[in-house]
């Protein structure tokens, strides 16, 4: 696991700048991608590393497990619920649930909208050595329950729908590891917050 959270990290930094069990489905074919690729100039400025496991890891129809989650805020306001999938065929198969505007409807949840998946695999083009996610537009919502401040997230849920009509879904459980959360640099703040 520690060494599956800087592998996820390096690549989370790298598609924002640039931009547990085993599998038991088939392997990681490419997503088809009819989307441009979007320009990205955000900087990661908060990384949190989340312990457990995916009770449900689906990737348009096909079923996986999962090495970690990650929820990583960019210094634009876009934030990304990424997904290190458990592919043995794959080791940089990365699900992104990606939106803007999340919202906190108390001190122990979050909702974030998503307009777009990140799709990262093996055969994706490499920018400094690492692969870049191609960008597949979506709606869906995340909710976490915790918070980070607390150091304690108790579970995520994300359901999206692409442009092309495949569905993701993740339900991501905590095993009570208390969440690791890195400051990597300073930004405003982009969370619809009632309680401030």
């Given at each position: 696991m520690r060494l599956c959270r800087p592998i996820l990290a390096a690549t989370l930094v790298s598609t924002l700048v640039a931009l547990a069990s085993p599998c038991f489905a088939e392997s990681s074919a490419p997503i088809p991608i009819n989307n441009p690729p979007a320009q990205q100039n955000a900087f990661v400025d908060?990384?949190?590393?989340?312990?457990?496991?995916?009770?449900?890891?689906?990737?348009?129809?096909?079923?996986?497990?999962?090495?970690?989650?990650?929820?990583?805020h960019g210094d634009g306001g876009r934030v990304?619920?990424?997904?290190?999938?458990?592919?043995?065929?794959?080791?940089?198969?990365?699900?992104?649930?990606?939106?803007?505007?999340?919202?906190?409807?108390?001190?122990?949840?979050?909702?974030?909208?998503?307009?777009?998946?990140?799709?990262?695999?093996?055969?994706?083009?490499?920018?400094?050595?690492?692969?870049?996610?191609?960008?597949?537009?979506?709606?869906?919502l995340c909710r976490q329950t915790g918070n980070f401040a607390a150091r304690k997230v108790t579970d995520v849920t994300c359901s999206a729908t692409d442009s092309e009509g495949r569905k993701y879904e993740l339900l991501f459980v905590s095993d009570g590891t208390p969440v690791s959360v890195r400051r990597i640099r300073q930004s405003a703040p982009s969370i619809q917050d009632p309680f401030k």
């Open positions: 908060l990384l949190a590393l989340m312990s457990g496991h995916c009770r449900t890891l689906q990737v348009a129809g096909r079923t996986f497990a999962c090495k970690t989650v990650a929820y990583a990304n619920f990424a997904v290190a999938v458990d592919d043995p065929s794959d080791d940089n198969h990365v699900v992104s649930f990606s939106g803007e505007n999340g919202k906190r409807a108390d001190d122990n949840s979050y909702e974030l909208p998503i307009d777009r998946m990140l799709l990262n695999s093996k055969d994706r083009p490499k920018v400094d050595g690492l692969p870049v996610p191609a960008e597949q537009t979506s709606t869906g």
